[in-house]
């Protein structure tokens, strides 16, 4: 069980114990089966194609569609897509494009509008070979996620009374990263406020509205803000010191 709230780490001895712990209401228990060697079920997408997805807790995303899934169904997505780099895996970050399907099925559970990304065709490492899609870990932290292998089942609990609704995407469009000491932008959707402001890849943030800021956490928390919030960005690129002015919408 992987309680991700208290970021702790539950191993059982067999699938009887898993049995017996406390599931609280609202829990969905889904089949699983192996899929390229990581647990998989059937999902779907929305309302009506079914697809293999396997659970990535590396993927930070909600979820992870193969070019030709999407292709193939001719998704409709909310907004369109967004050509991005932002599947973060340990070898990197994988190109594709960045959307919102709009609805994605496990079982009992139904997720409206999940963030999603269309891995593209020349990235043959962000799926498994065989697999439609994955799930990814923005949305397995809404839960409490317990991984029964022989059992056969993922057992969802939920961490949020709203585990469901449409999860919110900052309104900065900048991709933050924790560094030694310091928050540095991992990259920039384009159109976004980020962009607009001319924030890059690789620059180091010193301020934010006149307050230092040194945490991933508390830069994400003024990213958050209200739409139509002016925030002054004070920033380090190379040997010089820039300041710039981001304004809050909403991206996707």
Request: proline fraction near 5%.
């Amino acid at each position: 069980t992987i309680d991700y709230a208290n970021r702790r780490l539950t191993l059982y001895h067999s699938s009887a114990d898993v049995e017996l712990a406390d599931k609280p209401a609202g829990t969905a228990t889904i089949s699983l089966a192996q899929g390229g060697g990581m647990p998989a079920t059937t999902a779907r997408v929305a309302g009506k194609y079914d697809g293999e997805f396997v659970f990535d807790s590396l993927a930070t995303t909600e979820v992870v569609l193969s070019d030709g899934f999407a292709r193939e169904h001719r998704l409709p997505i909310d907004g369109g897509w967004i050509n991005s780099t932002w599947l973060a895996r340990p070898s990197g970050e994988i190109a594709g494009r960045m959307g919102r399907i709009t609805s994605l099925s496990l079982g009992s559970l139904s997720f409206q509008r999940p963030l999603t990304v269309d891995a593209g065709p020349s990235e043959a490492n962000a799926l498994p070979r065989g697999a439609d899609g994955a799930v990814g870990s923005w949305l397995l932290q809404r839960f409490t996620v317990t991984l029964d292998m022989p059992g056969e089942r993922l057992v969802l609990a939920p961490a949020t009374s709203t585990s469901t609704a449409p999860a919110q995407f900052d309104r900065s469009g900048a991709w933050l990263v924790q560094r030694a000491g310091y928050v540095e932008v991992r990259s920039v959707l384009p159109g976004s406020p980020a962009d607009d402001a001319r924030l890059r890849g690789g620059d180091q943030l010193l301020a934010l509205n006149g307050r230092s800021v040194s945490a991933l956490e508390d830069a994400r928390s003024v990213f958050e803000g209200a739409i139509g919030s002016a925030i002054v960005v004070r920033f380090h690129r190379g040997i010089f010191t820039h300041t710039t002015k981001l304004t809050l919408h909403t991206v996707m």
